[in-house]
C-alpha cells in the first residue's frame, strides 16, 4: 500500500481538515429544521408516501379521519367532531414527523450534494492533437472532453476531467475534493497516476488522458450517490420492509374485522355502543410498527451520511449495508498494520567481515536510494560508523536502481559491483559472479524474519558481506481494535509481499487472525473467493492496478483517492483521505447502523405492546364494559386514553430523530451479546416508557380540561 503522507510532507505539514466535514451544520441546526420542515409537507404527495407502506396506511388513515370529521362538521357525525378533530391532527403529524426525520437526513446529505457541486466548474480544456506534450493543442469547454482525449495541463490550470497522467509529473492540490491541505504528486506510471476532475496542478505540467464521458466523472457519481441515497434501499432494509408490510397487513385484517363484531355485540346484548371508524383508525395506528416505519429511511440515510463524514464515498447504499455485514478484513501490511516506513537499526556481518566493512557497502549501496529504508540506512552508517562526505560522482559511480524484477539496488565504483536487496535475489547475483551464499547468511535471513524483521542481504561482487535488519513498527493499539474485531466475529487477515516468517511474526505481533505472506493479485483473488464461498461477506483496500481484481470480486472494496483510476472504478467505497486503516472505520459505521436499525426496530414493537393495555380496553370499553379491567394506567376517560396513546405515537418518531441520525453508542460485541443488550434496554424501555409517556399525556389532558 503506497503511503500518500510521504509525498505530502515533502510541501508542508500534514494538516487534514477535510473537506466534506465543513458543509455540515449542527446534528439539527436552525436552517436544516427549517428546510425539513417545509420538505415534510412536500413529501404529503402519495406516489412519495406509497414508497414507505407503513406510513403509507397511517396517511390513508389521516384522510379517512379527516373526511369523518367535516362530515361531524356538518352533519351527524359517529363522535365527537372535537375528538375526531383531534385524533385527525395528531394522526398527520405523525405523517410529517416520519416525513421530518427523512427530511433531515436528506437534508445533511444534500449539504454535502451542494458543497460537491461547488467544486465542479467549467473549464477550457488544452485538448492535444497527439499523446505528447509538444503536440498542437485547441482550446474546448471540458464538458465536451471524451473519454480517451488528451490534454495538458500546466502549472496554475485546473484539471478538466477524471483521467491518467501518460506524461509528466507536477504537483497537485486536492482540497477541494480531498480536504487535504498539502499538495500531491502525480506522475505517470505506478499508483499515483490518477487525476481527478477539478484540482489544481500547481507546479510543472501533466499529460493526462481522460478517462471519463461527460457526466460520469468521479464528483458527478458523488453528487448523484449522495442525491439519491435516499431511495437505495438495501438487501437488508428490503427484508425488514417487509416484515414491517406482514404485521402491517396483520393488524390491518385484524382491525377490519374488529367493527362488525362489535355491532353484532350491540344488537345481540341489546346496549352499549358500537366501536367508530376514528377510534378503530387510531387503534390501527398505534399497533402498526409506525416508531420503526418512520424511522427506517432516515436511518439508512444517516449511516451514509456519517460515512462522508469519514470522508468516504460510497457507490451505492448496499456497499454502506455490507459493511455492517462484513465476516473477513483484508488489510495490507504496510500502513495499516505497520507504520509502513521501515527503518535499519542493525548490521550483521557474516564470519570474517567485520561490521563497519559491511556497513561501509551498505551505504555505499543506498546512497542513491531515495526510500525511507534507503535514507535510514546511510544515516544508520553515519550515526554508528561516522561514515560521512562520499565524493562518490567524482569516483565515476554509476547506481543501479531497484526494479521488480532484479529486486535489488547498488552501485558499480572501482570495478566492484555493490549490491542490497532480497535474499534470494543477492544469491541468485552471488551465484551467478561464481561465489556461494554462505548457510550462515541465510540463517542470518531466517532470524531476522522470525523477529517480524525485514532482512536485506549486501554483497560485494560474488561475496556475500553480510545482513541489514529492517523493522517494520506495528502501530500502537492495532491489536485491540482487532481484538474488538474478533468479538464482533470478523476475522482479520493480513496481506503483505513479505515472506512467511516476517510475515507470521507481524502477524502475531499485531494480532490478526491469519496472514497471506509473498500476495500476488492472484492469490488475493483466490483467497476472496474461498470465503466467498463459505457464504462469508469480505471486505478490502487498495489503491494499485493490481489491486483491482481483487477489488471487483470484494464485497467491500474501497479504493484509495490517491490510487489509480482502475483501482476507483473497481471499489464501490472511495476513501478521499487515502488512509489503508479507514476500512476498520468503515466497518465500525456500518456495524453501527445495522445496531440502530436493530435497536430502534426493538424498541418498536415493543413500545407497541404497552399501547394494547392503554387503547384497547378504552376502545372497546362502550361495547364492552368488562375490559375496563385492563386499565391497568388507570386512564381518565377512553377519549382520554385513545387521544393519549395517539399523541404519544406521533410523538415518539420525534423523540428518536437524533438517535436515528447519530446511532447508537458503537460497541464491539458479538450478536449474541448486542441481541441481548437490545433486549434489555430497547426491549424493556420499550415497554416501560410508553406507559409513563402515555399516563402524562393523560394527566396533562385532564389537566387542562381537553377530555
Not at 429544521?33 to 406509497?50: D, I, M, N, R, Y
Not at 403529524?93 to 451542494?114: C, D, I, M
Not at 470484494?554 to 484509495?560: E, L, S, W
Request: glycine share 10%; proline share 4%.
Amino acid at each position: 500500500m503506497s503511503n500518500e503522507k510521504s509525498h505530502a510532507s515533502l510541501y508542508g505539514p500534514d494538516i487534514r481538515t477535510p473537506a466534506l466535514k465543513r458543509p455540515h451544520s449542527a446534528l439539527l441546526g436552525p436552517e436544516l429544521l427549517q428546510q425539513a420542515v417545509w420538505e415534510s409537507f412536500g413529501k404529503l404527495a402519495p406516489q412519495t408516501q406509497f414508497k414507505n407502506p407503513v406510513m403509507f396506511v397511517v396517511y390513508l388513515g389521516s384522510i379517512l379521519t379527516t373526511l369523518l370529521w367535516l362530515q361531524a362538521l356538518f352533519g351527524q357525525g359517529e363522535a365527537p367532531a372535537g375528538f375526531i378533530f383531534a385524533v385527525t391532527v395528531w394522526l398527520w403529524f405523525t405523517v410529517l414527523f416520519a416525513n421530518f426525520a427523512e427530511a433531515v437526513a436528506e437534508g445533511r446529505s444534500k449539504a454535502q450534494a451542494a458543497f460537491l457541486r461547488s467544486a465542479k466548474r467549467d473549464i477550457m480544456a488544452k485538448k492535444l492533437d497527439a499523446p505528447r506534450r509538444d503536440a498542437n493543442y485547441s482550446k474546448v469547454a471540458s464538458p465536451l472532453l471524451r473519454r480517451g482525449d488528451v490534454v495538458i495541463v500546466e502549472a496554475g490550470d485546473f484539471v478538466p476531467g477524471d483521467g491518467e497522467v501518460i506524461e509528466g509529473v507536477a504537483s497537485v492540490d486536492e482540497s477541494a475534493i480531498t480536504g487535504e491541505s498539502a499538495p500531491v504528486i502525480r506522475e505517470s506510471g505506478g499508483d499515483f497516476s490518477s487525476v481527478t476532475g477539478g484540482t489544481r496542478v500547481l507546479s510543472d505540467w501533466l499529460v493526462v488522458r481522460i478517462s471519463t464521458n461527460p457526466g460520469e466523472s468521479f464528483l458527478d457519481r458523488m453528487i448523484a450517490m449522495v442525491e439519491s441515497a435516499k431511495r437505495q434501499k438495501t438487501p437488508n432494509e428490503i427484508a425488514l420492509t417487509i416484515l414491517l408490510v406482514a404485521f402491517t397487513l396483520i393488524f390491518l385484517k385484524t382491525t377490519a374485522t374488529l367493527l362488525p363484531f362489535s355491532l353484532y355485540s350491540v344488537e345481540t346484548a341489546g346496549g352499549g355502543q358500537p366501536i367508530t371508524i376514528t377510534v378503530l383508525v387510531a387503534l390501527l395506528v398505534c399497533l402498526i410498527p409506525t416508531t420503526i416505519g418512520g424511522l427506517l429511511s432516515a436511518i439508512g440515510v444517516a449511516g451514509i451520511g456519517r460515512m462522508m463524514q469519514k470522508n468516504v464515498v460510497a457507490t451505492s447504499g448496499r456497499a454502506v449495508e455490507a459493511a455492517g455485514d462484513v465476516d473477513v478484513l483484508l488489510l495490507d501490511k504496510t500502513g495499516t498494520i505497520t507504520l509502513g516506513n521501515r527503518h535499519a537499526s542493525t548490521f550483521i556481518p557474516a564470519t570474517g567481515v567485520l561490521e563497519n566493512e559491511l556497513a561501509d557497502a551498505a551505504q555505499l549501496a543506498s546512497l542513491a536510494d531515495e526510500t525511507p529504508e534507503g535514507r535510514s540506512i546511510v544515516v544508520l552508517a553515519k550515526q554508528k560508523y561516522g561514515l560521512r562526505e562520499r565524493d562518490i560522482h567524482a569516483l565515476g559511480a554509476t547506481f543501479v536502481h531497484f526494479t521488480a524484477q532484479t529486486r535489488m539496488s547498488g552501485v558499480n565504483l572501482e570495478g566492484r559491483q555493490i549490491r542490497k536487496g532480497a535474499a534470494d535475489a543477492v544469491s541468485a547475483h552471488v551465484l551467478e559472479l561464481g561465489g556461494t551464499f554462505p548457510r550462515q547468511i541465510q540463517s542470518l535471513v531466517d532470524d531476522v524474519a522470525r523477529r517480524g524483521s525485514t532482512p536485506l542481504v549486501v554483497a560485494d561482487g560474488a561475496r556475500a558481506l553480510g545482513v541489514i535488519e529492517l523493522k517494520d513498527i506495528v502501530k500502537g493499539g492495532i491489536k485491540e481494535r482487532f481484538a474488538e474485531l474478533r468479538q464482533m466475529g470478523i476475522k482479520t487477515i493480513m496481506i503483505t509481499g513479505d515472506n512467511r516468517l516476517t510475515a507470521a511474526a507481524i502477524a502475531a505481533e499485531a494480532g490478526v487472525d491469519d496472514f497471506l505472506a509473498e500476495a500476488t493479485p492472484e492469490a488475493k483473488l483466490k483467497l476472496i473467493r474461498k470465503h466467498q464461498e463459505d457464504g462469508r461477506l469480505v471486505a478490502m483496500t487498495g489503491d494499485g492496478t493490481n489491486d483491482a481484481p481483487a477489488l471487483a470480486q470484494a464485497d467491500v472494496a474501497v479504493a484509495m483517492n490517491t490510487g489509480t483510476q482502475a483501482a476507483k472504478e473497481a471499489g464501490n467505497m472511495v476513501d478521499l483521505d487515502s488512509n489503508p486503516t479507514k476500512l476498520i472505520e468503515i466497518v465500525e459505521t456500518g456495524k453501527q447502523m445495522l445496531m440502530t436499525r436493530g435497536a430502534l426496530t426493538t424498541f418498536s414493537i415493543a413500545n407497541d405492546v404497552a399501547k394494547y393495555f392503554a387503547i384497547i380496553p378504552a376502545a372497546f370499553a362502550s361495547t364492552y364494559p368488562v375490559l375496563g379491567v385492563l386499565n391497568v394506567m388507570g386512564l381518565a376517560t377512553p377519549a382520554s386514553a385513545i387521544l393519549s396513546a395517539v399523541i404519544f405515537n406521533a410523538l415518539i418518531i420525534v423523540a428518536l430523530i437524533p438517535l436515528a441520525l447519530k446511532g447508537i453508542r458503537y460497541r464491539p460485541v458479538g450478536a449474541a451479546q448486542l441481541l441481548r443488550t437490545n433486549l434489555l434496554i430497547y426491549g424493556l424501555g420499550g415497554l416501560i416508557v410508553p406507559f409513563i409517556g402515555i399516563k402524562a399525556i393523560d394527566m396533562l389532558l385532564v389537566s387542562v380540561g381537553l377530555v
